[in-house]
């Protein structure tokens, strides 16, 4: 990929994270301190479906940060290694995270 399509993709990652961040923060503040009233958003589609593209918003956002480390710290061989592994355990972490919002 070139280096511009990288920008602009970070660039896109970065400023979708900053109002579902916000609305992130808001939901949590909301819903802290009770399972109740968790459930009660959650029955939500409408929070369910921000949750949803929070998660994937912040999934982009943490790998194309990890690369930039490996492309800085390690060679390229070690790179593509490193990066699968990345892959691997956000891919995991979000078929984890999947069923709890939807169930």
Known sequence: MRASQKWKIERIVYLALIPISY??????????????SLNLLLSNFVNRILLL?????SFMHIRIQLIKVYEDYFNFSKIKYLSLITDIIIIFSFLIFLPALFI
């Not at 609305?23 to 109740?36: H, R």
């Not at 593209?53 to 918003?57: A, K, N, Q, T």
């Open 23 to 36: 609305w992130f923060i808001f939901f949590f503040i909301n819903t802290y301190s009770d399972a109740v």
């Open 53 to 57: 593209i929070f998660f994937v918003i």
